[in-house]
């Protein structure tokens, strides 16, 4: 996509773009009822679609040597509500009846989704253009107590997807 393309966008289009690119990190995941704690690597690829309004990201997460957990992500934003969005599928296999939404507060992204299991919170830290760290909290349903889940720091290894991702 172009750079004449991507200044047609709105501002809050174009503050999806930071996710855009090949990204790779370590992640902590917390023991919870879906998995055990430890230690994690993970891979993002992220792409710009339909002129850049919408972020598309598959993510796989590899422990012990295979893939544990994977999503594909797409971003993006509603004018509407004033509010990003992130539709969510899994290899849990859970369908969102909703997606996540949330707001930028300066290089923070604060993501919120709630279903009958509990709410979900993401947190996106943009540290630099080519560094963000990420964390995922959950809340079951009927408790008030937010639980870790995943935080990891991830850094940029390419602007573009790379082919066989």
Known sequence: MSAASFSSLSADHQRLQALVGTWRGQEEVADTQWADGGTATSEMLAEAQFGGLFVVQRYRQRRDGTISFGSHNVFGFDQQNSVVTMHQFDSMG???????????????LNLERSSPRGSARVTYIFDDADTYRMRLHFKPAGSDAWQDMVSGVYRRVSPSSINGF
């Open 94 to 108: 859970f369908v969102p009846a909703s997606p996540a939404t949330g707001t930028w507060n300066g290089g923070e």
